[in-house]
């Protein structure tokens, strides 16, 4: 079907559009928030963890490290299929909006961890070795000295994480996961509708370049240097 | 106040182990400023960093107050780091706190409450001079302004020991000079002792009482500053001294005055009250000999007056006796560089 203006089709298209949206945002902040409580700790755990800083522990980082690796290495949409057993326990399906985000946050808490990492590793070691030297604790140094220096930094990861937990939600959508890839296949590919496959296109633009800009700007807005 | 026993520092690696320290001991005084000076690589951050345990000696004791702070750790020792403050070459500051949060950070960590920490950082602003720059963030600050930061945040717990790893090395010579006054400042006005790690004797000159030379891992002099500039007595220290009072004569001049008959070289060295008297007319009033000035110079260690003197003296060997008698008799530094046949 041709794009045009007709009020009917408009109409149309937008009550498609609308519920796939929602579901697409509950299924991001949900999986991204879930991802963060549990990614944000290991992160943390793999910096502090590391040679040389606050609390070494070669066999906590190296463990930790291959998990992380592990579960990064597998697809995501084969790892989605193959958490289906794990799924139904939990949330008691494995299909639809609520049962994408259990996979969504198992693969997407490494990614975390590492986006964390990275982060932490930008603090200085003078600075850290200036808190050890008034006599913080390692608790201390991580809560007043590691996130509070590394949060512009842990918000522009913040937004890449989201974006690309986007992406994973369209994947989410093939096997019956809802949202805007869900919407995708369903009409755009498998019904041919060219103008709703663009449409969630240009929506997902949107919403990524939304998402990219409100991180930056909040990141700048945090920088102090 | 500060002992340092035998202290070991050997870093071990794959690529075999390095010492960083051998057998340092020390004993620095309550109240003293006391510069440690060596060239980079010396082990002298080494040094500063054992002593407040941000490295663990591989053997030695270091007491501090009289508690020996390689046999604690944990708790107890996070507390007795919080009476040892420190400052840093690159200041070392959280960039997302304003200089106020900054120096409100020792005494969070501490457990102040809040009133009781708004009170304190209200007494420091002043005393480092930044009670203007209370919101300001350290990356609008100058060089001089953040070490002020730096050492407001290192005196908020009231230390009784300062350290300061070559907190100056970053500025230039005129901040040096402000952050060195204030750190005098605090010795005199608070009391408490001061270690200086610096690879400029400028710095030794301007604040210490004391110092240590440390080269190759090793402590190889220590003397009270006076006497480290007055006679130096290693190679290195020699050097040191050299590198702030740079009376060295050119070669060829030396050759130019050395081949005369009943003359030689030599060079004072006088301090405090001794620099006032009038030495040279009183040299040569009483043992007769000529004297020709060829190099000098007078500056100052701390507040005292320090000069040294590069002098031609001619005259018979008996008049030459009775001038070295003299010299010795004011208690002056002479050292002979070169005898004339």
Known sequence: MEFSLDPVYLGKLFDLLLP???ETVYMVIAATFLAYVLGLPLGIF?????????????????????????????????????????????????????????????????????????????????VIEAAMSMGASPWQIITKVLLPEAKASLVLGIAITTISVIGYTAMAGTVGGGGLGDLAIQYGYNRFRTDIML??????????????????????????? | MIQIENVSKVYSSRHGQTKALENVSLHIPRGAVYGIIGLSGAGKSTLVRCLNLLEQPTGGRILIAGQDLTKVSGQTLRQARQKIG?????????????????????????????????????????????????????????????????????????????????????????????????VREINQTLGLTIVIITHEMKVIKEICTHVA??????????????????????????????????????????????????????????????????IISELIRNSEVEINILYGSIDHLRTTLFGSLTLEMKGSSEQRQNAHEYLKSRELEVEVIQRGV
């Open chain 2, 86 to 182: 420190m400052i840093f070459q690159h200041f070392n500051l959280l960039q997302s706190r304003t200089v106020a949060g900054n120096i409100a950070f020792p005494l969070e960590i501490a457990g102040l409450s809040k009133t009781e920490i708004t009170k304190r950082v209200n007494e420091l602003l002043p005393l480092v001079g930044l009670a203007e720059k209370a919101n300001a963030y350290p990356a609008e600050l100058s060089g001089g302004q953040k070490q002020r930061v730096g050492i407001a945040r290192a005196l908020a717990l009231k230390p009784d020991v300062l350290l300061c790893d070559e907190a100056t090395s970053a500025l230039d010579p005129q901040t040096t000079l402000s952050i060195l006054n204030l």
């Open chain 1, 199 to 225: 449409l969630t296109i240009v929506v997902l633009v949107i919403i990524v370049q939304g998402v990219q800009s409100m991180g930056t700007a909040m990141a700048r807005k945090v920088t102090h240097n």
């Open chain 1, 46 to 126: 793999l910096v502090v963890s590391s040679p040389g800083h606050i609390l070494p522990n070669p066999w906590v980082e190296k463990t930790l490290g291959t998990v992380i690796n592990i579960l990064r290495s597998a697809p995501f949409i084969i790892l989605m299929v193959a958490l289906i057993p794990i799924t139904r326990s939990l949330v008691g399906t494995s299909i639809g909006t609520t049962a994408a985000i259990f996979p969504l946050v198992i693969s997407t808490a490494p990614f975390v961890a590492r986006i964390v990492e990275t982060s932490l590793k930008e603090v200085s070691e003078g």
């Open chain 2, 213 to 278: 030379v440390l080269h190759q891992s090793q402590i190889i002099e220590t003397a009270t500053v006076e006497d480290i500039f007055t006679k130096p007595q290693s190679t290195i220290a020699r050097e040191f001294v050299a590198s702030v009072f740079p009376n060295e004569m050119p070669e060829e001049l030396l050759q130019a005055f050395a081949n005369e008959a009943q003359s030689e070289i030599l060079r004072v060295r006088f301090l405090g009250e001794k620099a006032a008297r009038p």
């Open chain 1, 20 to 22: 796939a949206v929602g």
